[in-house]
T-cell receptor
Framework: DSGVTQTPKHLITATGQRVTLRCSPR?????VYWYQQSLDQGLQFLIQ???????AKGNILERFSAQQFPDLHSELNLSSLELGDSALYFC????????????????FGPGTRLLVL | AQKVTQAQTEISVVEKEDVTLDCVYE???????LFWYKQPPSGELVFLIR??????QNEISGRYSWNFQKSTSSFNFTITASQVVDSAVYFC?????????????FGRGTSLIVHP
């Protein structure tokens, strides 16, 4: 158990809908990262938040957004869902006490499996 | 740009065999970090090891060992006396600074199947 929690574990929805995925980092970790894992794209970094602020952005679609709240939990919002958004979404956290979080180990949650029908 | 290549898509072995998973990376940075993660059938990603670019010492942890060679840009992972519980997808990852935040790029993974 990494200490990172994600809810829900599974989500089935229809195209065009909007969903919210939730992540609670390990106790004491300030950074939260979101990843998408699909069969064709592999594990892709979406976005990072550090202590409530966006720190880095990867291959995140404009239809997707995220935020980190004062209690450090994070939510990933996926809107106007398409079939191709079906994937496993991971949240990870790291301590990031230093400014860059250089090379810190990221600990992953169990993931949310999203199926868009 | 960084790149991680795990050329072995799938490896199948019989229990107690030794197996090496290859990882080759590309980076222009002198400071970078390498990781291995395990993804068992249950789906979660489990951290195995982290190595920085200045530490080329090999590491052994039980049946697991890692060989880091900067000269060949490789960070290979060996499982000795494999067990059925080792069956999983293994990911190698490379992290370097991206706007001040070291975001890892993951390889496509190697699926290891250990048969009893």
């Amino acid at each position: 158990d990494s200490g990172v929690t994600q809810t829900p574990k599974h989500l089935i929805t229809a195209t065009g809908q909007r969903v919210t995925l939730r992540c609670s980092p390990r106790s004491g970790d300030l950074s939260v990262y979101w990843y998408q894992q699909s069969l064709d794209q592999g594990l892709q970094f979406l976005i990072q938040y550090y202590n409530g602020e966006e720190r880095a952005k990867g291959n995140i679609l404009e239809r997707f957004s995220a935020q980190q709240f004062p209690d450090l939990h994070s939510e990933l919002n996926l809107s106007s869902l398409e079939l191709g958004d079906s994937a496993l979404y991971f949240c990870a956290s790291s301590m990031s006490r230093s400014s860059g979080g250089a090379g810190e180990t990221q600990y992953f949650g169990p993931g949310t499996r999203l199926l868009v029908l | 740009a960084q790149k991680v290549t795990q050329a072995q898509t799938e490896i199948s072995v019989v229990e107690k065999e030794d197996v090496t998973l290859d990882c080759v990376y590309e980076t222009r940075d002198t400071t970078y970090y390498l990781f291995w993660y395990k993804q068992p059938p249950s789906g979660e990603l489990v951290f195995l090891i982290r190595r920085n670019s200045f530490d080329e010492q090999n590491e052994i942890s039980g049946r697991y060992s890692w060989n880091f060679q900067k000269s060949t840009s490789s960070f290979n992972f060996t499982i000795t006396a494999s067990q059925v519980v080792d069956s999983a997808v293994y990911f190698c990852a490379l992290s370097e600074a991206l706007g001040g935040s070291y975001i890892p790029t993951f390889g496509r993974g190697t699926s290891l199947i250990v048969h009893p």
